[in-house]
């Protein structure tokens, strides 16, 4: 006799009554939206190729500034993630997050709105833009979003990197 197995893709039901809802988050909200200096950062020749040789960039106007200039760019452009080489560093301030026992790095997400030269200064500031629960097979996961914010020279908004983390319990 065959015994009917259960489908082990069988979805789990979690009771949604139990649940936190983001106003229910124990974090200080007082750290939404506030926007902290993270530092300054002069763009040099040397870590532009040094960054495009790690990632593989292969594009002339990254390695060689007669082309980028002859493509209209006021010197060498670094690729459109060398943004994210700077966060790492960066030091966030604590939340007081009172939600799970482990974490880990969720991605992040990069836009690029002015090109980034050799040459240019980037001040960077990182600010909490979001903290929201959701629940997946295994519970309740909080997420952290980060956005770290990269002027040039001028004041304008070169690059924005959107940074989250999990929080688990």
Not at 44 to 68: F, P, Q
Not at 125 to 137: A, E, M, N, P
Request: proline share 4%; with cysteine.
């Amino acid at each position: 006799h065959w015994k009917k197995q259960e489908n082990p893709m069988k979805r789990i039901e979690v009771n949604m009554s139990e649940d936190l809802n983001k106003d229910q988050i124990d974090y200080d909200k007082s750290q939404l939206n506030k926007e902290y200096p993270a530092g300054s950062f002069l763009v040099t020749e040397k870590e532009v190729a040094m960054y495009c040789n790690s990632i593989g960039e292969l594009s002339e106007i990254c390695h060689d500034k007669s082309k980028a200039l002859e493509a209209g760019y006021r010197d060498i452009v670094a690729p459109p993630t060398f943004c994210a080489l700077f966060v790492r560093g960066f030091d966030r301030p604590d939340i007081n997050l009172n939600f799970g026992k482990s974490g880990f790095h969720a991605g992040e997400a990069i836009d690029v709105l002015e090109p980034i030269c050799v040459g240019d200064t980037l001040d960077a500031s990182i600010q909490l833009s979001d903290v929201y629960i959701k629940t997946g097979r295994s519970g309740q996961m909080v997420f952290i979003v980060w956005e770290h914010i990269f002027r040039d020279q001028n004041g304008n908004i070169a690059a924005k990197v959107r940074e989250s983390h999990v929080r688990r319990e």
